[in-house]
């Protein structure tokens, strides 16, 4: 089974709107991280924001915050005021804290983000 | 300071040839990953370094791929008798793992490309 899952393969949006990205996963583990990575066209894959699984509150960094729904298992990315250079893929993945003494993120397979002006 | 740089850049070489590919993690980051990006996928898990030592080699898709770190700092993944499906980005990753919330920085990648 997937343990990450992304349905979004494209999504586009207004410049200044804001959109909000997909993600759900799948984990028995009770200590999880969420991450969210930015890739633009260059490749280089940029970190946004992160969520823990006993985290009360969502994150936020800047423009970006996570939709942390614990019960739902899914950590949607909200993207404030598009922006152009927004346009990108967005990847969401998971790392299983106690079931994994790796920390490897497991990845979806990614939105591909493109802002109109 | 310095952010994970790998070498080359682009490879593109002959089907049946051996590669190097390069990681230089941040400077004092112990752990190191190598993940691989098909063409349009998300990134797949190679390899995981804790210091010098390899304790989850899971991810090598077979025995042609390997990989070592020395000094607890450069790492070089190597692909022996490339078939044209090793064709991908190579990412390498480091971070600290000093807590719990830790975050992977990640390098520009190697484009590998078999003929």
């Known amino acids: 089974a997937q343990k990450i899952t992304q349905t979004q393969p494209g999504m586009f949006v207004q410049e200044k709107e804001a959109v909000t990205l997909d993600c759900t996963y799948d984990?028995?583990?009770?200590?999880?991280?969420l991450f969210w990575y930015k890739q633009p066209s260059s490749g280089e894959m940029i970190f946004l924001i992160y969520?823990?699984?006993?985290?009360?509150q969502n994150a936020t960094e800047g423009r970006y915050s996570l939709n942390f729904q614990k019960a739902r298992k899914s950590a949607n990315l909200v993207i404030s005021a598009s922006q152009l250079g927004d346009s990108a893929m967005y990847f969401c993945?998971?790392?299983?804290?106690?079931?994994?003494?790796?920390?490897?993120?497991?990845f979806g397979s990614g939105t591909r983000l493109l802002v109109r002006p | 300071g310095a952010g994970v740089s790998q070498s080359p850049s682009n490879k593109v070489t002959e089907k049946g040839k051996d590669v190097e590919l390069r990681c230089d993690p941040i400077s004092g980051h112990t752990a190191l990953y190598w993940y691989r990006q098909s063409l349009g996928q998300g990134l797949e898990f190679l390899i995981y370094f804790q210091g010098n030592s390899a304790p989850d080699k899971s991810g090598l898709p077979s025995d042609r791929f390997s990989a070592e770190r020395t000094g607890g700092s450069v790492s070089t993944l190597t692909i022996q008798r490339t078939q044209q499906e090793d064709s991908a980005v190579y990412l390498c990753?480091?971070?600290?793992?000093?807590?719990?919330?830790?975050?992977?920085?990640f390098g520009p990648g190697t484009r590998l490309l078999v003929l």
């Open positions: 993945a998971m790392r299983e804290v106690e079931m994994d003494s790796s920390y490897k993120l497991i």
């Open positions: 969520q823990g699984s006993y985290d009360q």
């Open positions: 984990t028995s583990d009770p200590s999880y991280g």
């Open positions: 990753a480091s971070s600290s793992q000093t807590s719990r919330v830790e975050t992977q920085y």
